[in-house]
Nanobody
Framework: QVQLVESGGGLVQAGGSLRLSCAAS????????MGWFRQAPGKEREFVAA????????YYGVSVKGRFTISRDNGKNMVYLQMNSLQLEDTAVYYC????????????????WGQGTQVTVSS
């Protein structure tokens, strides 16, 4: 089992940047594919980005591609989400997730979840 704790959320103006972090503890971090999802009020949870166990493959949701970058540091048991050119529509709770096999783009493919961190983009 792996425990996930997100950090780095906050309030930012449109056009600004934030970097989210996810600290993992428990079993060997490099065994897990990692993903970021987000959920805005009244909406379903949405795929944001995913990264393979070794960090060589990345995937992005259509709405964030070109603006967000996912990365990981297996030596530090960390995964990051660099968010640039933030838009009002990016306002949501962002969740880090871990998957024991490969990497996925849907929430049902993930086995473990963090508690989330709030990102609010203001005009």
């Amino acid at each position: 089992q792996v425990q996930l704790v997100e950090s780095g959320g906050g309030l930012v103006q449109a056009g600004g940047s934030l970097r989210l972090s996810c600290a993992a503890s428990g079993r060997t971090f490099s065994n897990y594919g990692m993903g970021w999802f987000r959920q805005a009020p009244g909406k379903e949870r949405e795929f944001v980005a995913a990264i393979s166990r070794g960090g060589y493959m990345t995937y992005y949701g259509v709405s964030v591609k070109g603006r967000f970058t996912i990365s990981r540091d297996n030596g530090k048991n960390m995964v990051y989400l660099q968010m640039n050119s933030l838009q009002l529509e990016d306002t949501a709770v962002y969740y880090c997730a871990a998957r024991e096999q490969g990497v996925g783009v849907t929430q049902r493919e993930y086995d473990y979840w963090g508690q989330g961190t709030q990102v609010t983009v203001s005009s």
